[in-house]
């Protein structure tokens, strides 16, 4: 996903000399994440960074019920699977 920041009016963007980023680096992470307002770093008087705030990650669906109509019944769930006879075509000593 692309965030597409032109839509920010220019004067709304603040905008900081690297070597203030440099000094001030972790309190302006800070401010951008609490503010959501992206930062453009400049040398020079010339654009070198932008710093945004990051996605919103999507909601995550509940775990409970995920598998629901995934599995079919065939035939009964309660009786014995087979006789004992029928597992001696299984045993490899025979």
Known sequence: MV???SKVPSGAMETVPVSTFKATCLA???KVR???RPIL?????KPLAEIVPPRTPPPRESWLGCMAGSVTIVGDIV????????????DPRS
């Open 41 to 45: 770093v400049t040398r020079r008087g």
């Open 79 to 90: 009786q014995p699977v087979a006789e004992e006879k029928d597992w001696e075509a299984l």
């Open 34 to 36: 609490r503010t959501g």
């Open 3 to 5: 965030l597409d920041h």
């Open 28 to 30: 302006l992470l800070e």
